[in-house]
């Protein structure tokens, strides 16, 4: 079983990940831990209680992390996720308040549970993680490994030509991540964009008859609604979950990864670059119809 922390920003994609994970007997989530991002703190803490309290696991702690990137203003895209980060999908409230802080408590859990026992599970920017690495070193590499959605290889950003949200939000985290020397497996858009649904796979989800198929398919519903893409969208966030959970169903290749410490449009651009990055392994691959099958089959119980 994978012990496992979400660090997100919720989010409709970060709230379809989060049910899979509650879903699957693979994972024995251990907390969430939030970050600002898709949309404000308040507003990504409350929703990660919202989306506890739905799957009924409030006995999950929720605990409130960075309200703001390390230096910079943040993104808003309220016009993706709705102004209340969830495609206005309804949820019940979180049924106990969060803690604070998320750097801490994440100091504290890695110090005390045994040596390599935690992943830390990265949906959002990196501001978190980052903090952690900066202010308690020994802490954060007593972690088993750090597995992230961000940043865009060959494929072209989302933010910018080359730019991808999570790691524009805050490329300076990025930069003290991925330079920390933590075992951390990066899931970019060149992956995320080849596990794509279809409004019949989200219809089927609809019909599917448990509450967490069902309020995923509400949300790529409200997604398809707030975002342009012909017949099908990405889903990105789930796509941590499911290399965590079936990483034979990806390709890895260890990369030398420079952040362009910019400005927009391509402040947070990730660059290949021999001799110079900080070596880390990325997924280049997927097979996008057996890891939507493997999403399905959690989200519906099966
Ligand atoms: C990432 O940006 C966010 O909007 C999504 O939740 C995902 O984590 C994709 O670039
Ligand atoms: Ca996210």
Not at 188 to 213: E, F, I, M, S
Request: aromatic letters at 4%.
């Amino acid at each position: 079983i994978i012990r496992a922390v979400i660090d997100t920003d919720p989010g409709i994609d970060d709230a379809v990940a989060i049910l899979h994970a509650l879903s699957s007997p693979a994972f024995e989530i251990v907390g969430i831990t939030t970050v600002a991002g898709n949309i404000g703190i308040e507003t990504t803490t409350r929703n990660a209680g919202r989306i506890l309290a739905l799957a009924g696991r409030s006995d999950i702690p929720v605990v409130a992390g960075a309200t703001a990137p390390l230096s910079r203003k943040g993104f808003d895209t309220a016009d993706i996720h709705g102004n209340d980060g969830l495609g206005g999908v309804s949820f019940p409230e979180p049924a106990v308040p969060p803690l604070f802080d998320a750097v801490e408590w994440l100091a504290d859990l890695l110090m005390r549970e045994p040596e390599a026992s935690i992943d830390i599970l990265a949906l959002g920017p990196l501001t978190n993680i980052a903090r952690l690495a900066t202010d308690h070193p020994e802490a954060a590499r007593r972690m088993r490994r750090l597995i992230a959605m961000g940043g865009a290889i060959d494929e072209p950003g989302n933010v910018g030509p080359k730019a991808e949200f999570n790691i524009a939000a805050d490329p300076e985290a990025a930069a003290i991540v991925f330079a920390a020397g933590l075992r951390t497996v990066l899931i970019p858009l060149d992956v995320t964009r080849k596990v794509r649904a279809t409004r019949d796979y989200t219809a089927a989800l609809q019909d599917a008859g448990t509450v967490a198929a069902a309020a995923s398919g509400e949300l790529i519903d409200a997604y398809f609604q707030t975002t342009t893409g012909g017949e099908s969208r990405p889903l990105h966030d789930p796509c941590v979950m499911l290399y965590t959970e079936r990483p034979d169903l990806f390709v890895i290749e260890r990369l030398p990864i420079v952040v362009d410490l910019g400005d927009a449009p391509d402040g947070g651009a990730l660059f290949v670059e021999e001799g110079e990055g900080s070596t880390i392994d990325v997924a280049i691959k997927v097979d996008g119809a057996k890891a939507l099958e493997l999403l399905a089959t959690r989200l519906s119980g099966r």
